[in-house]
């Protein structure tokens, strides 16, 4: 559970910090919503979403279903991150390079889309480490349904 909290709170710094990037960084180099769209305007929202919230919801899940009992929550946890990782890093060098008026290549739009594999490996694993954990769940107590008088 530390993990899951301790790459949340990674996340938010970058995702805070990315935001500041953006807003500065095309402030300084004169570039305005007229010039057009950079990849830039989103990765914040990215970091923010992708990074803090899912994975303080999958948090709450491993507090309610001990998800990493499952040996698929480790590949889910680390091939997730890489994947956000890759993005947004993805995403910050073509902002960065619209910006300043540079061509960015197809190279990165693989690199990019690898990116965006990976995380959709990650969300399958996570949704198969849940389900694993449901059906071997223990129904509790409060799970039971009273016996019929």
Known sequence: MRKLFF???VYLVLGLASGLYYREFTKSHGFTAADGFT???VVHTHLLTLGVVVLLIVLA???IFQLSQ???FSWFFWIYNLGLVVTTTTMVVNGTLHVLGQETGTALA???GSGHILL???LVLL????GMRLRTEQPTSAQTLPAAP
Request: cysteine-free; charged content about 15%; aromatic content about 4%.
């Open 7 to 9: 790459a949340s709170s």
């Open 39 to 41: 990849q830039l305007s």
């Open 61 to 63: 899940l491993e507090k």
């Open 127 to 130: 949704f198969i480490t849940l």
């Open 120 to 122: 959709t490996a990650g």
């Open 110 to 112: 693989g690199i990019s």
């Open 70 to 72: 499952s040996k698929a």
